[in-house]
């Protein structure tokens, strides 16, 4: 049990949080300790009687059983490890951030579900977080199932068949996959690569809240450090830099 314990506590705090959530939330539904209907997200529920709470249940929320426990458990691994990599690899030490990135993603799932009576959003928030680790890390060779390898970047999609395949649904992945992109233009594409605005900004109260534990003060629209002087040597080349270049979060 120590060790177990321990290697709870080396998680990250931000994903250590959502991680357990996960599991408890599920847990406290399949024992029947709190009728399941009311962590759904109902859209009439929510904006009618005021039970405020449903988009929260519903992201840590999930149905377990005999045709779903696989689904559950795979999407809890993609959970643990791809917002463990980008908690300590691009926002290493910027928790404000990090939580932040969450809060869009989550928002705009949340708008997507109540526009689209989608009840449960766990996977679309997992997906989200996954396709962010796959753009910063594009061009990283990972690895899948029977051995296949393919670039990071593809990964979001060959998980959406994966899903497909065991779950039957692909909506749910679709959706964290469309919104993991919007967050991407919005925080390095459009403001870096195209030279837009910078159009999001980590409020000032969530610095407050989770204090950056470097010198730097960063926020949307600012690069990790490794991805900056990976631009920077990229542009100092006289090319257009490659977002995933020079920037790997763990050995796959």
Known sequence: MSDLGDWFRSIPVITRYWFAGAIVVPFVGKLGLINASYFLLWPDAFLYHFQIWRPITA?????????????????????????TRLETGAFDGRPADYMFMLLFNWVCIVITGLIMDMQLLMIPLIMSVLY????LNREMIVSFWFGTRFKACY???VILVFNYIIGGSVINELIG???????????????????????????QCLYRWLPSRRGNISGFGVPPASMRRAAEHQLGGGGRHNWGQGFRLGDQ
Do not use: E, I
Request: aromatic residues 28%.
């Open 177 to 203: 996959n469309l919104v993991g992109h919007l967050y991407y233009f919005l925080m390095f594409k459009y403001p870096m690569d195209l030279g837009g605005r910078t159009f999001l900004s980590t409020p």
């Open 155 to 157: 990964l979001p999609w």
């Open 59 to 83: 992201t840590f929320f999930f149905p377990v059983g005999p045709g779903t426990g696989f689904l559950y458990l795979v999407n809890l691994y993609f959970l643990y490890q791809y917002s």
């Open 132 to 135: 962010v680790w796959a753009q």
